[in-house]
């Protein structure tokens, strides 16, 4: 599924919207990358499907702590 796992982004959908305005169904997925992260506190590697905020928010809050925050809002799948 395309879900982030740490920020719970996921697609949406919206209207393509052509030059004559005519409109059709279109699906705006988040742009999600697999990545893998060193986890210090238990000396493993993580690997995760994260978006690119969650990989901003990783590098200033440090993984444990962007985990911690995910599983309190309920975002973690």
Known sequence: MKICQITGKKAMVGNKVSHSNAKTKRV???NLKTKKFFLEEEGRW????????????INKN????????????????
């Open 46 to 57: 993580v690997t995760l499907k994260v978006s690119a905020a969650a990989i901003r928010t």
């Open 62 to 77: 440090g993984l444990y702590a962007a985990i911690k925050s995910a599983k309190a809002l309920g975002k973690i799948y």
């Open 28 to 30: 705006f997925n988040p």
